[in-house]
């Protein structure tokens, strides 16, 4: 019979890449995992990697057990599902992965609800960029993710993921106060072509919105900052340092003394919870999937 510890070696090697990657998913030595997946070729009697390069690369019978694996743990979640809904009380673990200003205005106060209301749920949170995050709650690191999508820039849609959309906000241009002397020409996005800009780092969709929307404005930004941390962001704009592009959700629970300006056609960004749909019978999963909308519809 194969061994399921294997097969979900071989499974995270088909995601990861190489094995490396996988050991240090799984808090395992290389060796470790090469010596188990070499067992797992000997229960089934048949080639599962080949050398390619420095690395390896699954033939065809190796992607035949990735695929029954990914069913095998899907029934597996499914029964644990099932198994958590005939009891009594909700109660078990919920891992979430969730970007920073969804962790700033939403977490806080769903950690209160399921606190008060769950409390044998334990909610264990991870701080992710959204696309990362996806990939990491499909490959089954975390349960939920709390994701974004900027205009123009479609969040990647990933087999047997549900989506649910939690709220959206929109997308304004914060400027520096206006106390301080900054060379703004009027309060207006081509009012700010000349400041210098704080923006995310380049390959994110927040980075790619605020490009755009700049050269669609006529002017490339001077980007000068480059930082993920959007507080950071805030507290360049405040001191009279850059410019930037900022979403509404920032300033839930805070002050700010950015001038804030909207922009042409009010720009959103959507915020969404995703999670594998082999999971969506969890009762402590979907009480903070509810947790979360009560949450954002009252912001």
């Known amino acids: 019979m194969l061994d399921l510890h294997r097969l979900v070696l071989l499974r995270e090697l088909s995601i990861r890449g190489t094995l ?3 050991a240090q998913a799984l808090n395992h030595s290389p060796s470790a995992v090469s010596q188990q997946l070499s067992l797992l070729e000997k229960e089934a009697g048949v080639k599962l990697l080949r050398k390619s390069g420095r690395g390896v690369r699954l033939t065809p019978q190796a992607e035949v057990l990735v695929e029954a694996t990914s069913e095998l743990l899907d029934t597996i979640e499914r029964a644990e599902a099932t198994l958590a809904a005939s009891l009594t009380e909700v109660r078990g673990r919920v891992r979430v992965a969730v970007f920073q200003s969804a962790a700033l205005a939403l ?3 769903a950690l209160r609800i399921m606190s008060e209301r769950f409390p044998e749920v334990r909610v264990e949170m991870v701080q992710r960029e959204p696309e990362e995050a996806l990939h990491d709650t499909w490959a089954r690191e975390f349960d939920i993710v709390v994701a974004e999508q900027y205009p123009s820039h479609t969040a990647a849609w990933l087999p047997d993921l549900d989506r649910r959309e939690l709220t959206r ?3 304004r241009l914060a400027l520096p106060p206006a106390g301080i002397a900054v060379p ?3 309060t207006d996005l081509l009012g700010a072509r000349d400041m210098p800009w704080v923006m995310e780092p380049r390959g994110t969709a927040t980075r790619h919105f605020a490009e755009q929307a700049c050269r669609t404005a006529g002017f490339e930004p001077d980007v000068r900052y480059e930082t993920a941390d959007l507080q950071a962001q805030i507290r360049l704009v405040e001191s009279g340092n850059a410019v930037a592009f900022l979403p509404d959700l920032l300033w839930v ?5 950015c001038r804030l300006v909207e922009l042409a056609g009010a720009p959103h960004r959507t915020v969404f919870t995703a999670q594998r749909t082999a999971g969506l019978g969890s009762p402590a999963v ?3 999937r509810e947790a979360l ?3 954002a519809a009252s912001v």
């Not at 629970?253 to 003394?257: A, Y």
Request: no cysteine.
């Open 293 to 295: 909308e009560e949450v």
């Open 286 to 288: 979907a009480a903070f």
């Open 20 to 22: 490396a990657a996988v």
């Open 107 to 109: 977490m806080p106060q």
């Open 184 to 186: 703004l020409t009027s």
């Open 253 to 257: 629970g805070r002050d700010t003394t």
């Open 169 to 171: 906000d929109e997308i």
